[in-house]
């Protein structure tokens, strides 16, 4: 199994809009509405963001959406804020009881 | 409110096994209809889902440890637990005990704060 492929690094300003890509294939992403986002902060343990492509747990801002097209998922942050910098990382239900995570993003606040 | 704690050795010696603990509290392994996991990380890498498993004992592990990975429960404890074997330099990481959320969709909404595990040549 191979680990979904998500940009090493990503920045915005304050109050500006980023989006994080998660590409994997049609046996998961593409073929399983089972997409999650996790944030993490250095020394933290991580942080459900996103489940099921789109939906956000309680607790986590509507600054926060997912979506996905064809094999590929993306996280959008908008309204951009210092505390959002963080590492970020997409997974993917990938059929059999298998799960894959991608690399991870690294959010940097400028 | 949830809580999940990870125990166990900090170093391992490399062909031995890791056995790691994962105290369940605020709430009941067997009364829930939630999985139980464990995900680690190694050291400035990314997230590698090991395996689930239910009160019942059912398991569910990755493909690529599968042969050196046993995850067990024990409900009169509230714990869960992690054993693998024949560990190598590859396997230092920060383990991580999880909750899955209902659903069965593999997503994992309440975290333990991670134990590091160091094998050692």
């Known amino acids: 199994q191979s680990a979904l492929t998500q940009p090493p690094s990503a920045s915005g300003s304050p109050g500006q809009s980023v989006t994080i890509s998660c590409t994997g294939t049609s046996s998961d992403v593409g073929d399983y509405n089972y997409v999650s986002w996790y944030q993490q902060h250095p020394g933290k343990a991580p942080k459900l963001m996103i489940y099921?492509?789109?939906k956000r747990p309680s607790g986590v801002p509507d600054r926060f959406s997912g979506s996905k097209s064809g094999n590929t998922a993306s996280l959008t942050v908008s309204g951009l804020q210092d505390e959002d910098e963080a590492d970020y990382y997409c997974s993917s239900y990938a059929g059999s009881k298998n799960l894959v995570f991608g690399g991870g993003t690294k959010l940097t606040v400028l | 409110q949830l809580q999940l704690q990870e125990s166990g050795p900090g170093l391992v010696k490399s062909s031995e096994t890791l056995s790691l603990s994962c105290s369940v509290s605020g709430g009941s392994i067997s009364r829930s209809s939630h999985y139980w996991v464990w995900i680690r990380q190694p050291p400035g890498k990314g997230l590698e889902w090991i395996g689930n498993?239910?009160?019942?004992?059912?398991?569910y592990y990755n493909p690529t440890l599968k042969s050196r990975v046993t995850i067990a429960v024990d409900t009169s404890k509230n714990q869960f637990f992690l054993n693998l074997t024949s560990v190598t330099a590859a396997d230092t990481a920060v383990y991580y005990c999880a909750r899955d959320r209902l659903g069965g969709d593999f997503s994992f909404d309440n975290w333990g704060q991670g134990t590091l595990v160091i094998v050692s040549s």
């Open positions: 498993i239910f009160y019942s004992g059912t398991t």
């Open positions: 099921e492509v789109t």
